[in-house]
């Protein structure tokens, strides 16, 4: 299974981006997938994540009401939508499937990682 993580960039704070992670070898429906970010000096945190149907959702709270996760099984897609973004939002963002009946959110028990892609918000 690959992970390609995609739609990070440099973008004013307040403004708005939309992260795309593709699932290849295996189709993207058999995980439950995850957004996690890392700032510099930081640990990698939750950020969100989706169950395998796409019907659950579950978000750390620093993001809850401005990112919103969904997922396109048939394209094997799953995507983060990032509005209202701080310049606390500021990582690298990455993707990752979990091998899980249900919502995890522990890095530990999430099986397979994409490349991650940069976001970073200015003041």
């Known amino acids: 299974v690959q992970l390609q993580a995609s739609g990070g960039g440099l973008v004013q704070a307040g403004g708005s981006l939309r992260l795309s992670c593709a699932v290849s070898g295996r189709t993207s429906s058999s995980y439950v997938m995850g957004w996690f970010r890392q700032a510099p000096g930081k640990e990698r945190e939750f950020v969100a994540a989706i169950s395998k149907s796409g019907d659950s959702t579950h978000y750390a709270d620093s993001v809850k009401g401005r990112f919103t996760i969904s997922r396109d099984n048939a394209k094997n897609t799953v995507y983060l939508q990032m509005n209202s973004l701080k310049p606390e939002d500021t990582a690298v963002y990455y993707c990752?499937?979990?091998?899980?009946?249900?919502?995890?959110?522990?890095?530990?028990?999430?099986?397979?990682w994409g490349q991650g892609t940069q976001v970073t918000v200015s003041s």
């Open positions: 990752a499937a979990a091998l899980r009946p249900y919502i995890v959110v522990q890095n530990t028990l999430y099986n397979y």
